[in-house]
């Protein structure tokens, strides 16, 4: 799934406009994906502040990233 860098985040809304499924929500002026993200990629394309990477949910395997 794909997370939000909240040291980066202006929450310009911009990635709400994008995400097809609604996953993302400003919460306090930060943009927050929940569990509806279904992977589209289509958020990290626009942000204007590079604030939303995927990150694999990968249960602690040592050196993994
Ligand atoms: S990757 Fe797609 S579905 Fe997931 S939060 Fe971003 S725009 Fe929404
Ligand atoms: S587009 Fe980027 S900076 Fe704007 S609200 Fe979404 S994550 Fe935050």
Partial sequence: MY????????????C???CPTEAIQIESG???ITWECMDCGA???VCPEGAIKKQ???LAAPGAQ
């Fill in 16 to 18: 709400t406009d994008v």
């Fill in 30 to 32: 930060k943009a927050v």
């Fill in 56 to 58: 694999d949910v990968v």
């Fill in 3 to 14: 997370v939000v860098n909240q040291e980066k985040c202006t929450g310009c809304g911009t």
């Fill in 43 to 45: 958020c990290p394309r």
